[in-house]
């Protein structure tokens, strides 16, 4: 099954999948046919890769990916005999800052990091998670934002230093 392993889960549990690694590119021809079920992840829940997690269809799977795995929105995880997961992002709260000059955008970013904060881009938006620490760093730049919930997928996922 390429990475992915059945297991079961305990004596009254039905058997799940392990995942044990990212699939990569998945073709269209490969889920044909096959029923949908998605894993709806914020933005954190998506960097912890081992865990039991139960897909909206009600599945149980097992994530045992490698340290330091980040999953995207829009992955496909898993394909089955007669289902797939793909991953989707969870709207989460956020602080939106839009409607400001290049210059101010990069010095939010610039501040964002400095701070250890990640951000995310989102078409002219720039997102930042509603941190009380947040609000007080554009409050003190003097850009506009404002609260919302939006799927975040910060810049730079992949790059950790706590792994």
């Given at each position: ?18 995942v ?31 865990r ?38 969870a709207?989460e ?71």
């Amino acid at each position: 099954m390429g990475g992915l392993d059945p297991q079961m889960g305990g004596p009254d549990m039905a058997p799940h999948v392990v995942v044990t690694r990212q699939r990569g590119s998945v073709h269209d021809e490969e889920l044909a046919g096959h029923e949908r079920d998605t894993l709806v992840l914020t933005a954190e829940e998506r960097r912890w890769g081992r865990r039991r997690v139960t897909t909206t269809g009600g599945r149980t799977l097992v994530l045992a990916l490698p340290t330091g795995s980040t999953l995207a929105p829009g992955e496909v995880l898993h394909v089955g005999t007669d289902w797939y997961l793909v991953v989707e992002g969870a709207p989460e709260p956020v602080l939106a800052v839009a409607g400001v000059s290049r210059d101010a955008a990069l010095r939010v970013a610039f501040e964002v990091g400095n701070r250890h904060f990640t951000l995310a881009i989102d078409g002219d938006r720039v997102l930042v998670p509603d941190d009380p620490a947040m609000d007080q760093l554009l409050t003190r730049l003097g850009v506009p934002f404002e609260r919302l919930h939006a799927v975040f997928v910060p810049l730079g996922a992949g790059h950790r230093h706590d792994a």
